[in-house]
């Protein structure tokens, strides 16, 4: 059994959620979204998520984490605040010793929906379904436990091909 984070960072909200993996079994374990204040100057927002997630961290002893990665927005300065929170939501559990996995996107809406073109609604059905018992008080907290359970699916994968259970 593994415990596992899903990070869907960002620096206004930062969504998490945490999964129970065991074998192709999924329990939802908990989620919810870290908020910053946006009056609040980036390095003091980026400050708050790292204190926020080294807690979480700390709280619920994860096994195992993975963070979507970064689209690009238009604006180019969108793009490089999100990478801000995406580094911090990489590093935190890092140092924490944990692994950390990245997924894209499109990888995460293939895992949990069967297409990587769903949209934001259909992930929050399927992660409703999939986890029964999640709170998704806001998106951001649906695509972090859609994250974390693209992550169960592929470790799942990566343990039974090293294990010699899937054949080339």
């Known amino acids: 059994m593994a415990l596992l984070l899903g990070i869907d960072p960002g620096l206004r909200f930062t969504g998490w959620g945490l999964v129970e993996s065991q074998g192709n079994r999924l329990k939802h374990v908990a989620d919810g979204v870290i908020a910053t204040d946006g009056d609040d100057s ?4 980026l400050c708050a998520l ?10 619920h002893k994860p096994d195992e984490a993975a963070v979507e990665e970064t689209y690009v927005n238009r604006s180019g300065s969108s793009t490089l605040k999100l990478g801000y929170a995406r580094a911090v939501a990489l590093l935190v559990p890092a140092l924490a010793g944990i692994s950390v ?3 894209g ?3 995460v809406k293939l ?9 934001k609604d259909q ?3 399927m992660v409703r379904r999939l986890l029964p018992g999640a709170t998704l008080k806001r998106a951001d907290a649906a695509d972090a436990l859609a994250v974390a359970i693209c ?18």
């Open 50 to 59: 790292h204190y926020a997630l080294t807690k979480l961290i700390a709280e």
């Open 101 to 103: 996995a990245e997924y």
């Open 42 to 45: 980036v390095p003091l927002r």
């Open 105 to 107: 996107a499109k990888t």
């Open 151 to 168: 992550h169960a699916h592929h470790r799942a994968s990566r343990t039974a091909w090293a294990a010699g259970k899937v054949m080339a």
């Open 111 to 119: 895992a949990v929906v069967g297409t990587g073109g769903a949209d």
């Open 123 to 125: 992930v929050g059905v």
